[in-house]
């Protein structure tokens, strides 16, 4: 599997943004979508994930103002943003958690700004 992510940018505090995460390859693998980010001198954090009876859970910092969702049509995972705040700034990465050799596949980041 390969992803790959896009969507991020510049955005105003109180805005959205959208990212997308295309997989391609060995897709019928794919358990569980999972957005992370990292902010500068930060660990990387789960953002929020979603599995493949569609179950969503939520880190509490971006709970009732993110949402995340995957169209199996389309291979691609999705990471709605409303609400963004400044602390939201971070590079956003998704990942995949498949059922055979390797588990874990990541994407690679895509930058979201929150910053009047």
Do not use: H
Not at 39 to 50: C, M, T, W
């Amino acid at each position: 599997v390969q992803l790959q992510a896009s969507g991020g940018g510049l955005v105003q505090p109180g805005g959205s943004l959208r990212l997308s995460c295309a997989a391609s390859g060995s897709i019928f693998s794919i358990n569980v979508w999972e957005w992370y980010r990292q902010a500068p001198g930060k660990q990387r954090e789960l953002v929020a994930s979603i599995n493949k009876g569609g179950s969503t859970s939520y880190g509490d910092s971006v709970k009732g103002r993110f949402t995340i969702s995957r169209d199996r049509t389309k291979n691609t995972g999705f990471l709605q943003m409303n609400s963004l705040k400044p602390e939201d700034t971070a590079v956003y990465f998704c990942r995949v958690v498949r059922t055979e050799i390797p588990f874990f596949v990541w994407g690679q980041g895509t930058q979201v700004t929150v910053s009047s």
